[in-house]
């Protein structure tokens, strides 16, 4: 009898009644995203870019022909069940923040003017020390960072109960903080807690935001590269309270590009002698980064990407010691529309050199919009399934994907699509795809 990598079907809540999105950060993204899926509710767009909207998952055998959506194959929330809230320190609606923004052309965004205007930021838990080049008045006041944090889950309770939600999500939109490394403050909910209490520098905002989502049993995707829900003492307090999560920072424009070409590479046993990314941006993001110490934050999640693709200590004579250098330059006129240019030195056979340039123009906010809903509903879809901890499969969106203590994240765009992909066939008990093929040629 053949193998069957088929599995039991995992015992799925059904998702009934409202899913409540909830962003920290009311800004060029987190606008974006809420206008778009308002224009796709009301019939005006496509949602391109969105896996859960408009990919397909292959079923069983090629010979089957079945390739269903994936919004029709697992049981996600519709978009008509969405209800959208956000914090921010800057109190502007979110029409006003769209405009702001400068994402979207005027006929799009008056399109759904209406609707934007009604979503108005809640007071945010915001420290100007995190990230020095915004400031705000729409903050809370506490003495404590843990009177803040509960000041956010009380947020969250009246958020369900004023939407009348059934369920909510969180997923960080939020500006990238400065860089902290970890300490004896993260490793331990109990040292958390207490760091808590006594307003230690190394608990940022988005830690608050993350401890309030976890005891409220909300999950939480970490959309920015901030040590956040990547702690030991979140991710133990997210596994004690059964609450998915996952991170760290979209992966959007040129990383997204990097775990494009840098698996080609790979599998064609190419070497790298360097690889050279600058950006510039001119949107809040790109003020942020301005800041060295954000900047730093951002790095580090940039840089390892390649090291982790490569494995230049499996193949030293291709990769060792390759140089990888990123910048990110601040440039107002540009926008939201950021510019990514990569000169890439590879080397071909018999030490041949050889370049790749790519000047990849894209839209920042187009490109992370479609993930925040994907992650939302996907987050949700965990939550329902009984999945808690860490959620590796949604390392598909990350630049810096969690993983367990011990493994190296997996970066390589296709295998994580695979992953992906293979865990929604495991939680509805079909096959997995192995792509190995033999069965079409048995004799």
């Known amino acids: 009898m053949p193998f069957s990598t088929a599995m039991p079907r995992v015992s799925i809540r059904r998702p009934e009644g409202r899913l409540g999105v909830l962003t920290p950060g009311l800004g060029a993204v ?10 796709i509710r009301r019939g005006y767009t496509q949602p ?32 008509d069940d969405l209800v959208f809230g956000a914090w921010d320190p800057i109190p502007d609606d979110a029409y006003t923040a ?21 979503i108005r930021p809640m007071p945010a838990v915001f420290d100007s020390r995190y990230v020095t080049r915004i400031t705000g008045e729409n903050v809370k006041l506490g003495k404590t960072k843990r009177d803040l944090a509960e000041q956010l889950r009380q947020d969250i309770r009246d958020f369900r109960a004023r939407n009348g939600c059934d369920r909510v ?3 960080w939109c939020a500006s990238t903080e400065t860089y902290i490394k970890p300490g004896p403050q993260h490793a331990t909910i109990e040292q958390f807690e207490r760091a808590m209490e006594r307003n230690d520098d ?26 956040c829900v990547d702690t030991p003492a979140l991710i133990d307090l997210a596994n004690q309270r059964a609450v998915p999560i996952s991170g760290k920072d979209f992966k959007t424009g040129q990383t997204w590009m990097k775990t494009v070409i840098a698996p080609g590479l790979k599998a064609r046993m ?7 990314s600058t950006n510039i941006l001119g949107n ?13 934050t951002k790095e580090e999640s940039k840089l390892s990407v390649l090291h982790t693709i490569l494995q230049p200590e499996m193949y030293p004579a291709l990769y060792r010691d390759f140089s990888h250098v990123v910048r990110i330059n601040y440039y107002p006129p540009r926008g939201d529309n950021k510019e990514g240019w990569d000169n890439i030195d590879i080397i071909g056979w018999m030490g041949y050199p050889m370049q790749i340039k790519v000047n990849f123009l894209c839209r920042d906010s187009i490109l992370a919009a479609p993930l925040v809903l994907d992650l939302a509903l996907f987050s949700d879809f965990a939550q329902r ?3 808690k901890g860490i959620q590796e499969w949604l390392s598909f969106y990350y630049k810096s994907p969690m993983a367990a203590a011990g493994l190296q994240p997996e970066h390589d765009l296709f295998i994580q699509q695979t992953k992906l992909k293979n865990t929604l066939r495991h939680l509805m008990g079909e096959e997995q795809i192995t792509h190995l093929g033999l069965e079409y040629y048995a004799s």
């Open 98 to 118: 769209a405009k702001k923004a400068g994402v979207l052309v005027e006929r799009d965004l008056e399109a759904v003017g209406d609707f934007l205007r009604g």
């Open 385 to 387: 399934a009984g999945m």
């Open 30 to 39: 987190a606008t974006t995203f809420m206008a778009g899926a308002e224009s």
């Open 169 to 171: 999500v969180m997923v």
């Open 48 to 79: 391109i870019g969105s896996l859960t909207q408009m990919a397909t998952i292959r079923l069983g055998k090629r010979t089957e022909q079945r390739s269903p959506l994936i919004r029709d194959f697992a049981p996600l929330a519709g978009l």
């Open 202 to 227: 190394a608990i940022a905002p988005s830690m608050l935001y993350a401890w309030a989502a976890i005891m409220e049993g909300v999950p939480f995707a970490n959309g920015a590269p901030n040590l």
């Open 284 to 296: 809040r993001d790109g003020e942020v980064l301005d800041d060295p110490a954000s900047f730093k």
């Open 270 to 276: 190419l070497g790298l002698a360097g690889w050279y």
